[in-house]
Nanobody, 127 residues
Framework: QVQLVESGGGLVQAGGSLRLSCAAS????????MGWFRQAPGKEREFVAA????????YYADSVKGRFTISRDNAKNTVYLQMNSLKPKDTAIYYC????????????????????WGQGTQVTVSS
């Protein structure tokens, strides 16, 4: 069992930055690929970024490529999402998720492939 707790959300002006953190319980954290998804009001949840269990491979949605960076610290059981150059359209609830597996590649783009989810953290970008 893996429990995930996100933090770091908040209100920021357009062009600003935030760093989200996701703290995981469970000693097998380092074995699992991790991802970030987001859901804006009235919209479906969408993929944002993912990282392989080793941290070597990262994946991004086109909408955030070049602005967001995903990383992980397996010693701290934590995954991060550094968000720069934020835009109002980035406003959403951001969810951290764990696949519960070592799968990588396009597998990580799809939320049904994630077994564990956090409760989400709100990010609001004002214009």
């Amino acid at each position: 069992q893996v429990q995930l707790v996100e933090s770091g959300g908040g209100l920021v002006q357009a062009g600003g930055s935030l760093r989200l953190s996701c703290a995981a319980s469970g000693r097998t954290f380092s074995s699992y690929a991790m991802g970030w998804f987001r859901q804006a009001p009235g919209k479906e949840r969408e993929f944002v970024a993912a990282i392989s269990w080793s941290g070597i491979d990262t994946y991004y949605a086109d909408s955030v490529k070049g602005r967001f960076t995903i990383s992980r610290d397996n010693a701290k059981n934590t995954v991060y999402l550094q968000m720069n150059s934020l835009k109002p359209k980035d406003t959403a609830i951001y969810y951290c998720a764990s696949t519960g597996s070592t799968n990588s590649g396009t597998f990580l783009y799809y939320d049904p492939n994630y077994r564990y989810w956090g409760q989400g953290t709100q990010v609001t970008v004002s214009s």
